[in-house]
Nanobody, 114 residues
Framework: QVQLVESGGGLVQPGGSLRLSCVAS????????MGWYRQAPGKQRESVATITSGGDTNYADSVKGRFTISRDNTKNTVSLQMNSLKPEDTAVYYC????????WGQGTQVTVSS
């Protein structure tokens, strides 16, 4: 019903920046919540940041002050600006959309390493 496509992942040095983007298509309804989750090898998937269609945001404590989530409701897109990246941020990042149930993107790899 809803397809999510992420982009923007890659390799970056500690202290660097990346911007992730996600486009939702299909049966997209509002109000909804979109967000970014990440999963490192051997660890559980965790919420990084979420944003409602009304603009309310929520961040994991580990990324507050470094990451910024935003969205464009007219384009059904959500972005995550990641600054001051740390090696511990290395993970596969997944876009999420929730209306009546959640939908997930395929994931994009973010690697923070020297």
């Amino acid at each position: 019903q809803v397809q999510l496509v992420e982009s923007g992942g890659g390799l970056v040095q500690p202290g660097g920046s990346l911007r992730l983007s996600c486009v939702a298509s299909g049966s997209v309804f509002s109000p909804n919540i979109m967000g970014w989750y990440r999963q490192a090898p051997g660890k559980q998937r965790e919420s990084v940041a979420t944003i409602t269609s009304g603009g309310d945001t929520n961040y994991a404590d580990s990324v507050k002050g470094r990451f910024t989530i935003s969205r464009d409701n007219t384009k059904n897109t959500v972005s995550l600006q990641m600054n001051s990246l740390k090696p511990e941020d290395t993970a596969v990042y997944y876009c999420n959309y929730r209306y009546l149930r959640p939908y997930w993107g395929q994931g994009t790899q973010v690697t923070v390493s020297s």
